[in-house]
């Protein structure tokens, strides 16, 4: 159970920043005993694997921090994140059940089920995220961007090692993550119903010159 609760962490964390839970469970596993990869994930813990992700690390890090470009970085990570996220949980989740030990295995049978996990809570949390920031670059004239974005890339680092020190407590983080979502798409939606009320209002105020 700890082990899925791992996952699950990793998850919602690379919903947040895709490759800080990749380079995270490489590292740990290379250099800590708190991880120990299966041989089908080995790879994470790479030379190779690991300055590729930290490339794409920065590149994502300079990107998420800039008005507009970060909605952009957004929609591009729709697809990224949450794949990123099947891979960790399933890499997280390994030592607990055979089915994600190997990733060559993981189309067979039920096998794909702890990967869909991954991805839809990954999902989830980008959607928080990519629903929010349009609203906090608005509010603040694109200043709190850079400040947003500092506080999701510590939050993705201190999710990867909640999930590996206390997993326990990543069941409260998913009750959290999909009630943030909830109200963020609930307040994105009445924000667009409210538009067209606005305009009517205005126009019955101002009509235009005849």
Known sequence: MLELLTGSGMAMAAGLNAYVPLIGLGLLSRYTDLVA??????????????????VLLLVEVVADKVPVVDSVNDALQTLVRPAAGGMVFAAGSASETAAVS????????????????????????????AVARPAV??????????VVSTAEDVSSVALV??????????ALLVVVVLALL??????????????????????TRHPPDA
């Open 182 to 203: 909830v109200l963020a798409v609930r307040r994105r939606l009445a924000a667009r119903a409210d538009r067209p009320l606005r305009h009517a209002r205005s126009v």
């Open 137 to 146: 670059n608005t509010a603040t004239a694109g200043t709190g961007a850079p």
């Open 102 to 129: 190997d990733p060559a295995t993981l189309v067979q049978d039920w096998r794909w089920a702890p990967v869909l996990l991954g991805v839809l809570l990954a999902l989830a949390t980008h959607l928080t995220k």
């Open 37 to 54: 990869l299966p041989q089908g994930w080995q790879w994470l813990e790479s030379t190779p694997a690991l300055g590729i992700l930290a």
């Open 161 to 170: 090692l909640v999930s590996v020190v206390l997993p326990a407590l990543v």
